[in-house]
């Protein structure tokens, strides 16, 4: 690595632990936030409704598989936080895929997900949480995404450029500042066109 992108990885990373929160109580952080679903449509209305025309979004897969809080401390894994549907078994296998070691000194909490290698198919709503409830042997190819820093007052890009810059497998992404667009993505989706390496039960919208 050069001179230069030594010091802007130093840079990005003291830009990082200045936005971090200061993490007084764990379980602030640990609650599973609700999404607002959109099972049988209507999501045209709500965005017209709740956003102008230019808004930015990014569009994520989500993930069907088992979500962990990681907490850092000074660079070391310290603590790992199991979900609703993670188990012992899973949470051995996500220390096993996630870095042991980060270069940050100071508390910083990461929500990953961690499903299997060979489940590269699209899962209905209706059968996501009996696909959890299968859990992991030890014969299941496993990856993970870091999905969000918990404790970042970031903008959702940045956290994710920050997950990367650490170390962190990411999720993929698309962005569109087309409210339009949203119908295009959920199309591409679900003829298996868009995030067909995930196992996925729809697709997220995030304003950054």
């Known amino acids: 690595m050069s001179e230069y992108a030594m010091k802007a990885r130093k840079n990005s990373f003291n830009n990082l632990t200045r936005n971090l929160l200061r993490i007084n109580s764990l379980n602030e952080y640990s609650k599973e936030h609700e999404y607002l679903t959109f099972p049988n449509g209507g999501h045209n209305e709500w965005l017209i409704?709740?956003?102008?025309?230019n808004t930015r979004l990014i569009i994520e897969p989500m993930i069907s598989g088992f979500s962990f809080d990681l907490l850092y401390t000074d660079g070391i894994l310290d603590q790992l936080f199991c979900r609703q549907g993670s188990g012992l078994n899973e949470a051995n296998k996500v220390k096993t895929n996630v870095p042991e070691e980060i270069p940050i000194n100071n508390k910083i909490l990461i929500k990953v997900v961690l499903y299997k290698q060979d489940?590269?198919?699209?899962?209905?709503?209706?059968?996501?949480?009996?696909?959890?409830?299968?859990?992991?042997?030890?014969?299941?190819?496993?990856k993970?995404?870091?999905?969000?820093?918990?404790?970042s007052d970031q903008n959702h890009s940045s956290q994710l450029l920050s997950l990367q810059s650490l170390g962190f497998n990411i999720v993929e992404t698309r962005f569109t500042n087309f409210l339009s667009e949203v119908d295009f993505?959920?199309?591409?989706?679900?003829?298996?066109?868009?995030?067909?390496?995930y196992p996925t039960a729809g697709i997220l919208l995030r304003v950054n």
Do not use: T, V
């Open 119 to 142: 489940s590269f198919q699209s899962i209905p709503n209706e059968s996501k949480s009996a696909h959890s409830k299968k859990g992991i042997s030890n014969a299941d190819e496993l």
């Open 185 to 197: 993505y959920l199309m591409m989706w679900r003829e298996g066109k868009l995030f067909q390496k």
């Open 144 to 151: 993970y995404c870091g999905l969000r820093i918990l404790n």
């Open 49 to 53: 409704e709740k956003f102008l025309p």
